[in-house]
């Protein structure tokens, strides 16, 4: 039997009903919710906006979204994706700043189950720091993936790393707020 300690996932299982069942798409609905911090939206923009996975590769996977609900990268107009863009860059350097990783895996979940997204219809990139070495035994032997910093702790040094940005300020709802 596998076992792995993780206490910090008890949130999640443990949560409240209405966080469960998230009426409509998920990207559409997190963004809206009063506490940032607690439906995990570190950074936004007016067109975009960036969510911590809750299911983590590693410390700091983001996700960068348009607030725009569609799966077809085709379909967003020109302000759209120079904003989906320009917070992917302004991502990476948060991440930078904040966790001064190796390296960074970049990928846009598009066309929905057969691309191997779980939300089939909108559209949105996944940021995934990398450290050499950050891949050990115990996938290749056990088939378990160790994530070594708790999602809530992660969302505090992302932020801090958004707020170092030029344009950046924190809103009222635990975010950050970005101009560009």
Request: aromatic residues 8%; charged residues 25%; glycine residues 8%.
């Amino acid at each position: 039997m596998d076992q792995l300690f993780a206490p910090w996932r008890i949130e999640w299982v443990e949560r409240d009903d209405d966080e469960r069942d998230i009426e409509g798409c998920p990207f559409c609905v997190l963004p809206e919710r009063e506490d940032a911090r607690e439906a995990r939206v570190v950074a936004e923009t007016e067109r975009a906006y960036v969510l911590l996975n809750n299911s983590p590769y590693n410390p700091g996977h983001s996700m960068v979204i348009p607030r725009e609900h569609t799966g077809a990268y085709t379909a967003l107009d020109e302000e759209t994706l120079l904003a989906h863009a320009r917070l992917t860059q302004r991502t990476m350097e948060a991440l930078e700043s904040a966790f001064d990783p190796d390296g960074v895996n970049a990928g846009l979940n598009l066309g929905g189950a057969a691309a191997g997204g779980s939300i089939a219809d909108h559209l949105h990139t996944h940021i995934v720091p990398r450290w050499r070495g950050d891949t050990n035994f115990m996938p290749v032997t056990a088939e378990t993936k160790v994530i070594v910093q708790a999602v809530e702790d992660t969302y505090e040094q992302l932020r801090a790393g958004f707020l170092d940005q030029e344009g950046a300020t924190a809103n009222d709802r635990g975010g950050v707020t970005l101009a560009f």
